[in-house]
């Protein structure tokens, strides 16, 4: 599967992109000691004498203190500096002041101080190549002082929707909800760029739109994968040279699924006509595809404990919704339809569910990269 090159974006601008190289902290977090909130900047062994402390100049955010002296007390705003010899932070609420001194009316507490780096140190890894930008990592690379990221180029992709029927008018004619469904799931894991063509099950018109593809990097088709007398996408994968990885696959829904690589190196996916196996052909294959060429690990999913017999030697791919009983534990409902052309029986899902010989897996109902 290629991997996807490689731009700079802003910073601001990287938020649900995927990180193409290791990023570093610039400068430590917090970059000095600082204040973990307002009060009074002073030194412990000064409150250990009990007596009244000198109130001297105030210190906010981002300007930077004069030394602290022997019997001061410095106000201090949360992330200012801590000034030099001061080692204790007083919250503002355990003081009074009076006369221009400070006494403590809780000398209790912790010293209320961050230290450079405690949160991330210069030079230490922020994020991975492969992270999911989002706003928790975005916030990460920002503090440590990255001011544009390096990420992975979205994919462009090619949705053909081939039938006759989805061309036809009168009572023959069916509605295209496939490649609306392939568009709207690319859309929401953010891709800008879908193309989407309404293809007859015809040679002719195979090849031509074959042929039209442009710098698609991605090609999904719907379809014309079975083994009927009009499933003609196969035979025009291979008029053009490409190769076939494999055509047909132990599962449920999807079996008629269909892998080839063309002659230049792009992907091609051919989901079958069926709009739940079409919906499940891509999100288990299309978007492993994806995470595979954005530089991404596996999606792995939960395991959990079995909900439904398992088919010997066939993955089963079930719609099910998720709740929980009397003790708060989850438990799985699978009693929906879960017939490959019954749409509403995915509307009432909340997630699937993966069934193999060996375990039983749950999914979230819609692909998403933050998915780990």
């Given at each position: 599967?290629?991997?996807?090159?490689?731009?700079?974006?802003?910073i601001?601008?990287?938020?649900?992109r995927?990180?193409?190289?290791?990023?570093?902290?610039?400068?430590?977090v917090?970059?000095?000691?600082?204040?973990?909130?307002?009060?009074?900047?002073?030194?412990?062994s000064?409150?250990?004498?009990?007596?009244?402390?000198?109130?001297?100049?105030?210190g906010?955010?981002?300007s930077?203190?004069?030394?602290?002296?022997?019997?001061?007390?410095?106000?201090?705003?949360?992330?200012a500096?801590?000034?030099?010899?001061?080692?204790?932070?007083?919250a503002?609420?355990?003081?009074?002041?009076?006369?221009?001194?400070?006494?403590?009316?809780?000398?209790?507490?912790?010293?209320?101080?961050?230290?450079?780096?405690?949160?991330?140190?210069?030079?230490s890894?922020?994020?991975?190549?492969?992270?999911?930008?989002?706003?928790?990592?975005?916030?990460?690379?920002?503090?440590?002082?990255?001011?544009?990221?390096?990420?992975?180029?979205?994919?462009?992709?090619?949705?053909?929707?081939?039938?006759?029927?989805?061309?036809?008018?009168?009572?023959?004619?069916?509605?295209?909800?496939?490649?609306?469904?392939?568009?709207?799931?690319?859309?929401?894991?953010?891709?800008?760029?879908?193309?989407?063509?309404?293809?007859?099950?015809?040679?002719e018109?195979?090849?031509?739109?074959?042929?039209?593809?442009?710098?698609a990097?991605?090609?999904?088709?719907?379809?014309?994968?079975?083994?009927?007398?009009?499933?003609?996408?196969?035979?025009?994968?291979?008029?053009?040279g490409?190769?076939?990885?494999?055509?047909?696959?132990?599962?449920?829904?999807?079996?008629p699924?269909?892998?080839?690589?063309?002659?230049?190196?792009?992907?091609?996916f051919?989901?079958?006509?069926?709009?739940?196996?079409?919906?499940?052909?891509?999100?288990?294959?299309?978007?492993?595809?994806?995470?595979?060429?954005?530089?991404?690990?596996?999606?792995?999913?939960m395991?959990?404990?079995?909900?439904?017999?398992?088919?010997?030697?066939?993955?089963?791919?079930?719609?099910?919704?998720?709740r929980?009983?009397?003790?708060?534990?989850?438990?799985?409902?699978?009693?929906?339809?879960?017939r490959?052309?019954?749409?509403?029986?995915?509307?009432?899902a909340?997630?699937w569910?993966?069934?193999?010989?060996?375990?039983?897996?749950?999914?979230?109902k819609?692909?998403?990269?933050?998915?780990?």
């Amino acid at each position: 599967m290629p991997l996807l090159g490689s731009e700079t974006v802003p910073i601001g601008e990287a938020g649900g992109r995927i990180l193409s190289e290791d990023v570093r902290a610039a400068h430590n977090v917090p970059p000095f000691r600082s204040s973990a909130m307002d009060g009074f900047a002073c030194r412990q062994s000064d409150i250990a004498s009990g007596r009244a402390l000198e109130v001297a100049g105030g210190g906010a955010a981002g300007s930077w203190p004069l030394p602290l002296r022997a019997g001061e007390a410095r106000a201090i705003s949360t992330g200012a500096p801590v000034p030099e010899g001061a080692d204790r932070v007083v919250a503002r609420e355990r003081a009074s002041i009076a006369a221009g001194r400070l006494t403590l009316r809780d000398p209790s507490g912790g010293d209320n101080i961050r230290l450079a780096g405690e949160d991330m140190m210069i030079g230490s890894v922020v994020a991975r190549a492969g992270t999911w930008l989002g706003p928790d990592v975005v916030a990460a690379l920002a503090a440590s002082g990255s001011n544009a990221v390096t990420v992975r180029r979205w994919p462009a992709v090619a949705v053909l929707t081939t039938g006759t029927e989805l061309t036809a008018g009168g009572d023959a004619g069916v509605p295209d909800s496939n490649g609306p469904m392939i568009a709207a799931q690319l859309s929401n894991l953010g891709l800008p760029d879908c193309r989407l063509a309404t293809v007859k099950d015809q040679d002719e018109a195979l090849d031509h739109a074959l042929g039209a593809l442009g710098d698609a990097d991605l090609i999904v088709s719907t379809g014309g994968v079975s083994a009927g007398d009009f499933d003609l996408v196969r035979g025009a994968l291979e008029r053009v040279g490409a190769r076939i990885v494999f055509h047909g696959i132990a599962m449920r829904p999807g079996k008629p699924l269909l892998f080839a690589i063309l002659p230049d190196g792009r992907p091609f996916f051919g989901l079958p006509g069926n709009p739940v196996a079409a919906l499940v052909g891509f999100r288990f294959f299309v978007f492993a595809a994806m995470r595979v060429m954005l530089g991404m690990s596996e999606e792995a999913g939960m395991a959990i404990a079995p909900v439904a017999p398992a088919r010997p030697g066939t993955t089963l791919y079930l719609r099910a919704r998720r709740r929980f009983d009397d003790a708060g534990r989850l438990a799985v409902d699978t009693d929906i339809d879960q017939r490959s052309h019954i749409l509403s029986s995915v509307v009432a899902a909340d997630c699937w569910i993966r069934i193999t010989d060996e375990m039983t897996t749950l999914f979230e109902k819609d692909p998403g990269f933050r998915i780990r």
